[in-house]
C-alpha cells in the first residue's frame, strides 16, 4: 500500500509542477542569449541556437532562431531565421553566438557576432525575415575572436544609433541612419572603448590576484525613465548578471550591483535582456535547465519583476514557474499555430515550403501546453486540426482541459495521409467548453519513433 501511495504522490507532484512549468520557455531545441524586442503588439525573441550534439565539447551553434509571443506565456516558433550562410564572406561553420535585432523605418536589423569573423548585419522586411546581408562584409572586425562577440544596439531619443559589444573589453560605435555603417567620428575606425573604470563597473579578485572590474561580456543596453541601463554577464566564469546606470548613452557609468546570481539550474554562461511590454517589465536570462541540458546545451528563460521606486532593479531569482499570469488570453477561434506552444514534452518544431512551421510528436504520449484560452461565454463548438502522418492506424490526438489527466473533450482519430507532409484537414465535435482553460494536446501512437505531424488548430463557437 506505501508503494503505490508514494507512486501516487509522485504522479501528483510531477502533474503539479507540469501546471506551473514555464520555465525554460523553449523546449523543443536548446536556445541561449535571449534579445527580446517590442514591435507591433508582440514580443519577437531572437536567440542563438545549441546543437543536440556538440563538436569537440564545445559551443555548436550554427544559425539564430526567432519566437514571439502577444501574451508572454505562449511562444509562437518561427523557425530559424538566419545562418551562418547567409553571410557569404565568412567561412566559418561554427560559431553563431548571441544577436540582437532592432526595428528601424519599417526594416528590421539583426546584429551577428560569428565567433573569430567580426560582427555581420542582416536586414528584413520582417521580424521574422527573411534576412538577407545588404553590405556583404564584416561590420565590426578586429583581430580578437573574443573582443568581437554580443552585440547590443540602441536608438536614443535623439535617433542617433549606438551599437556595444565586446569580452572583456566594452567597445561601442556611432550607427549611421541605414543601420549598416558606422558614423567614423568617434575613435579609431569609428569604434570607442569605454572606461572599465571600478566605480562604473565594479570590482572582483583575476585570476593572478589583481583587482579587475567585474564585466565579463554580453552586454545589453537600453533606456528607462530617463536612466541607461548597461546589463552584462559579470564576475567571470560562472557567470553572474550585474549592471551599470548613466545619465548619458556615453557614460560614465556607475556600478550597481547584481540582478542574479549564481544558480544551480544556471550554466556557466549567462546573458540578459530587459524590455517592458503591456505595462510589465521582464528578464530573460538562459539556463541549463531542460533534459540534457548543460554549458553548451542551455535554454532562455524569463522571470516579470518591478523595478524600485529609485529605478534600480532588484535581485532576482531563477525560477521554474516563470511569468505565473499572461499580459493577454488566447483566442481558440481563430487559427492558432500548432507551434504556439507553453509547455511541450516529446515534440520538435520543423519548417516545410508548404505549410511553414509544424511540429512532431516524437513519441507516444509526447503533447503540448497552450494557457490561457478563452472560450468565453457562448462556449465552443467543434474542434479542427491539420494533421499528417504515414503510419497505418493507432494514431490519435486528445483535446484535454487543464492538465494531462484533465477531462477529455475530444479524440481526433487521425487519418493516414500517405506522408508525413500530406496533411489532412480533420475536424470532430466536442464537448460544450466556456470560460478561461489551459489546453493539452497529448499524441498517441502505437509504434515507437514519429507519430504525427501537427500545423494548426482551432475551435468554433
Known sequence: ????????????????????????????YY??????????????LYTTHD?????DNFFTMYDWRCYSTADMVNWTDHGAVASLKDFKWSERTNGAWAPQCIERNGKFYLYCPIHGDGIGVLVADSPEGPFIDPIGKRLIESDNIWLDIDPTVIIDDDGQAYLFWGNPALKYAKLNEDMISCDMSLGDNGVKSVEMTHEGFGTKEGRDGEIVTTYTEGPWVYKDNDIYYLVYAAAGIPEYIAYSTSSSIEGPWEYKGFIMERADQL????????I???ENSYFFYHSQGLPGGEGFRRSVCVEQFSYNADGSIPLLHPTKDGVKKGVAYLNPYRKVEAETIAWSEGVKTYSSRLTGM????????AFTKVRDVDFREKGSGSFTAQLATSLTGGVSMEVRLDSLTGKLIGTVDVPQTGSDE???????????ITGIHDLYFVFKGTVSGDILNF???SFSE
Open 1 to 28: 500500500m506505501l508503494k503505490y501511495l508514494s507512486l501516487l504522490l509522485v504522479i501528483l507532484a510531477t502533474q503539479s509542477t507540469l501546471l506551473r512549468a514555464q520555465n525554460p520557455i523553449i523546449q523543443t
Open 31 to 44: 536556445t541561449a542569449d535571449p534579445a527580446p524586442m517590442v514591435y507591433n503588439g508582440r514580443v519577437y
Open 51 to 55: 546543437e543536440d550534439e556538440t563538436v
Open 267 to 274: 550554466a556557466f554562461t549567462n546573458h540578459p535582456g530587459i
Open 276 to 278: 517592458d511590454f503591456k
Open 358 to 365: 509544424y511540429l512532431t510528436a516524437k513519441h507516444n504520449d
Open 422 to 432: 500530406e496533411w489532412a484537414l480533420t475536424t470532430i465535435d466536442v464537448e460544450k
Open 455 to 457: 500545423d494548426y488548430w
